[in-house]
């Protein structure tokens, strides 16, 4: 019997020790003189995001970022030193004395800067939010003095705010490859010359658009002009000060929803499907090659599917027969 009870004392202390662990984890935020290395990390109240170092895919390279706490394989929705890995597992993520979050690596050189400082740095907070927003506040916990959100890479997540009142805004970013995050050949955003719509770039040609904005949805969008398919939920706003934004929330908030640009140009809205453990695909665009932007030149008419693609508006004639005739739409009509 005493044997026994030895036995469950130790059970006792080891679960205790175990749940402490696991309280100790579930850490959301860090003030002045505290940090993250490599290895800790932050974990929102909600335990559905996750700050810290990750290696994309099979490269040795550690990057600072945010992820999905739960969901497999743990995708990332956001980066910070995309353009300076850090080789080694040395990193660390804090306050500088000069009030800016900084990326370190373990040389203690910084790869990473919010480059937006917070006054008064001994009472700041960083705080990773049920949203997956990594923000910045001040003494009273309500000022921000940086977020994530308004430095995304290729993400758009639901509450996170474009701005489509400023002219061409390219507000995401492709990674470079399935495994490096470092700016790619892609970018999304708004054009809001005129009704606002948003925009695919390969570079600075534009690759694909959604069509204006008509009130409800993006006229050039297939699937959002049936309403039973209209579930993205995106709205416009004004913030009041003259600004105005696209954001979106999914029908059932409890849904993990993103649009992502894919590093080979795609920009695709994804859904997590919990009972599959499969990401659903939503939409794609461009879906064809008909929704590529100008595919067929200014007076070419595209179908898609159809052989050939392209052909002439009435009364117009290819530039290049010799290359339409090989399915090379490039020289227009
Ligand atoms: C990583 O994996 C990809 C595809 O599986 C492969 O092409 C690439 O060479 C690999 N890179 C390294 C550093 O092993
Ligand atoms: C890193 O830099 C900080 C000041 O920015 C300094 O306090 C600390 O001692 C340095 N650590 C190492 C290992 O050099
Ligand atoms: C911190 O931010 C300020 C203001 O943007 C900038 O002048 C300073 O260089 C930044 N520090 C670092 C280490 O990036
Ligand atoms: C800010 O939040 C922290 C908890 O994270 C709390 O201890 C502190 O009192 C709050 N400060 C103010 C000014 O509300
Ligand atoms: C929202 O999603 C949750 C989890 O998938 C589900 O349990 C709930 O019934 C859904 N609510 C509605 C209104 O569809
Ligand atoms: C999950 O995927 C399965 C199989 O593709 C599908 O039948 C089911 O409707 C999906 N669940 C949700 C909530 O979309
Ligand atoms: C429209 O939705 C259907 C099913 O929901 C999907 O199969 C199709 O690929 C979507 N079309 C586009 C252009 O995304
Ligand atoms: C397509 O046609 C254009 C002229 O219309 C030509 O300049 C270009 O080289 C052609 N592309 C290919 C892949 O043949």
């Given at each position: 019997m005493a044997f026994m009870s030895k036995k469950s004392i130790f059970l006792f202390s080891f679960f205790s020790l175990f749940s402490l662990v696991l309280f100790c984890h579930a850490i959301?935020?860090?003030?002045?003189?505290?940090?993250?290395?490599?290895?800790?990390?932050?974990?929102?109240?909600?335990?559905?995001?996750?700050?810290?170092f990750f290696n994309p895919g099979n490269s040795s390279l550690r990057y600072f970022g945010i992820w999905y706490h739960k969901i497999l394989g743990q995708p990332v929705i956001w980066v910070a030193n995309r353009k300076n890995p850090i080789s080694g597992t040395k990193g660390s993520f804090a306050f500088g004395e000069d009030g800016n979050f900084t990326v370190k690596d373990g040389n203690n050189i910084s790869v990473w800067s919010s480059n937006s400082p917070v006054p008064s740095v001994d009472s700041a907070v960083a705080i990773l939010e049920n949203e997956g927003n990594l923000k910045l506040l001040g003494s009273d916990n309500i000022t921000v003095y940086w977020e994530s959100f308004d430095n995304p890479t290729d993400t758009f997540l639901p509450n996170m705010r474009i701005l489509?009142?400023?002219?061409?805004?390219?507000?995401?970013?492709?990674?470079?490859?399935?495994?490096?995050?470092?700016?790619?050949?892609?970018?999304?955003?708004?054009?809001?010359?005129g009704a606002p719509q948003m925009v695919l770039w390969e570079n600075s040609r534009r690759r694909w658009r959604s069509g204006y904005w008509d009130g409800q949805i993006f006229t050039?969008?297939?699937?959002?002009?049936?309403?039973?398919?209209?579930?993205?939920?995106?709205?416009?706003?004004?913030?009041?000060?003259?600004?105005?934004?696209?954001?979106?929330?999914?029908?059932?908030?409890?849904?993990?929803?993103?649009?992502?640009?894919?590093?080979?140009?795609?920009?695709?809205?994804?859904?997590?499907?919990?009972s599959e453990n499969k990401w659903d695909r939503m939409q794609i665009q461009p879906a064809n090659n008909c929704e590529l932007y100008n595919y067929c030149g200014n007076f070419g008419v595209c179908k898609a599917l159809a052989n050939p693609e392209c052909r002439c508006m009435?009364?117009?004639?290819?530039r290049n027969q010799e290359q339409w005739a090989k399915g090379n739409w490039s020289g227009g009509v």
């Open positions: 959301d935020r860090i003030t002045k003189g505290q940090s993250i290395k490599d290895g800790e990390t932050l974990v929102s109240a909600d335990e559905n995001f996750e700050l810290g489509a009142s400023s002219g061409v805004q390219k507000s995401f970013s492709s990674w470079k490859s399935a495994t490096d995050p470092s700016p790619g050949n892609f970018a999304m955003g708004v054009d809001s010359n050039g969008v297939p699937n959002m002009t049936s309403i039973a398919n209209f579930k993205y939920g995106f709205k416009y706003i004004n913030d009041g000060n003259g600004n105005y934004y696209f954001t979106y929330n999914p029908a059932n908030s409890s849904d993990f929803m993103r649009f992502h640009i894919t590093w080979d140009g795609y920009e695709e809205q994804l859904k997590w499907n919990e009435e009364g117009f004639v290819p």
